[in-house]
């Protein structure tokens, strides 16, 4: 069953990738109830994240499964087999959780940059693939802009904002180990300058100290995680419940006529508009969603904006 959606897929989203010089995207997205796995390729790799399924194997079977998978999906795309990486996802675990240490990353490249990424120790790679789209737009409005990245991680919408002329981008994130990484993103882009600071802080705390500061952004970049209890952060974080504070403390931090891009992959998510009153909410989801991510959208993304008195 699986190697035949994956031909079907490698088909049909060859063309459209080939068309558009995107050589990192989705390829199978647990399509099959039986298979609750995601396959992505990152160029000459395959990344294959296996989810819980509606059966728990024991361990021995579980083990000969996953083997019986890669060998598919490696013969399927024509991919040697120590080229695949595989990763298993285990419920109301950290987004970024380490899972091996051998600290190898790897060159591809989207939209004219290059990015690393680490298919190997942690449970996502570095680059989140659907929302390649998302850069793009950032970066297309990005001229001659002062360009806030909260919640950075490695970087990649810092890259496009940069790339794209901004004047400034201000990065923040509370992990030395993203900060360096974002940073050698820069560098092998070339555009690694004094006009680009990384701050290493809690992001709650960053926006309870930046009200009293005189630093305005033309564009702002919000994609938290849906929940974090962090030992590094300052209490629990709930997107649900937090996002009124977060997103009015951006919005105090706007130039006038600046934006607010607002991400979340919290399929349930409901914004509390009784307490956002000033502002302006434009879904763009649809302008965000490569053909790879079209049938499951992962993400929903707002441009939000201050109303003007």
């Known amino acids: ?115 690393l990424v680490n298919l190997s120790d942690y449970v996502d790679t570095g680059l989140f693939l659907d929302h390649r789209d998302t850069r793009s737009i950032v970066g297309s409005l990005s001229n001659n802009a002062r360009v806030l990245n909260l919640f950075s991680y490695t970087g990649s919408f810092t890259v496009y904002a940069a790339g794209g002329g901004a004047s400034s981008t201000t990065s923040v994130d509370l992990s030395n180990t993203y900060n360096d990484w974002a940073q050698h993103n820069l560098r092998i882009n070339g555009l690694q300058s004094s006009r680009h600071r990384f701050i290493r802080q809690d992001v709650v705390r960053f926006l309870d100290e930046a ?15 849906t929940f974090s209890n962090s030992k590094k952060m300052d209490g629990v974080f709930d997107i649900q419940r937090d996002h009124p504070r977060l997103v009015t403390q951006c919005a105090e931090l706007l130039s006038s006529g600046g934006i607010l891009f607002f991400s979340t992959n919290f399929r349930g998510f409901k914004w509390n508009v009784a307490q956002l009153p000033q502002l302006q909410f434009q879904d763009i989801t649809s302008d965000t969603i490569g053909e790879d991510f079209s049938k499951k959208k992962p993400h929903r993304v707002w441009m939000v904006r201050r109303l003007r008195s």
């Open 1 to 115: 069953m699986l190697a035949n959606r994956l031909a079907k897929r490698k088909k049909h989203l060859h063309k459209w990738a080939r068309r558009n010089s995107i050589s990192c995207y989705r390829l199978y997205d647990r399509d099959i109830p039986e298979i609750p796995i995601c396959v992505d390729l990152y160029e000459h790799y395959l990344h294959i994240n296996e989810y819980p399924g509606p059966k728990e194997l024991d361990a021995p079977d579980a083990d000969a499964w996953s083997e019986a998978m890669i060998e598919i999906a490696a013969r399927t795309m024509g991919i040697n087999r120590n080229r695949v990486y595989w990763k298993r996802r285990q419920r109301a675990k950290e987004q970024y959780e380490k899972v091996d240490s051998v600290g190898e990353l790897l060159p591809v490249h989207e939209g004219g940059y290059t990015f």
């Open 211 to 225: 009200g009293s500061h005189t630093d305005r952004y033309d564009i702002i970049v919000l994609d938290p995680p």
